[in-house]
């Protein structure tokens, strides 16, 4: 059984920094596409970041020049770095991966920025 599991949430001033992890476990052999996304109060999830197979990278324009998502496939582990934090990214940040033709979700990490 595929378990994602996201951590590295919290809280934060504007202008700080966070780094997110997701790291998947169970019958593993390789992970295709990761996402990540957020969803905020009385908000729709919305995409912020994706990256394939082979290390393309898609950014939400909102979050671009500010976060970089990564992974690691020795370690089946993928990252959303998020510099320059603004509140607006205030959000639970979900971890979405497809593997062997299947999407998973992790439980999802609470970030708050403070203003």
């Known amino acids: 059984q595929v378990q994602l599991v996201e951590s590295g949430g919290g809280l934060v001033q504007a202008g700080g920094s966070l780094r997110l992890s997701c790291a998947s476990s169970g019958s593993i052999f390789s992970i295709n596409a990761i996402r990540w996304y957020h969803k905020a109060p009385g908000k729709q999830r919305e995409l912020v970041a994706a990256?394939?197979?082979?290390?393309?990278?898609y950014y939400a324009i909102s979050v671009k020049g500010r976060f970089t998502i990564s992974r690691d496939n020795a370690k089946k582990t993928a990252y959303l770095q998020m510099n320059r934090l603004k509140p607006e990214d205030t959000a639970v940040y979900y971890c979405?991966?497809?593997?062997?033709?299947?999407?998973?979700w992790g439980q999802g990490t609470q970030v708050t920025v403070s203003s």
């Open positions: 990256i394939s197979s082979d290390g393309g990278t």
């Open positions: 979405n991966a497809e593997i062997r033709g299947t999407w998973y």
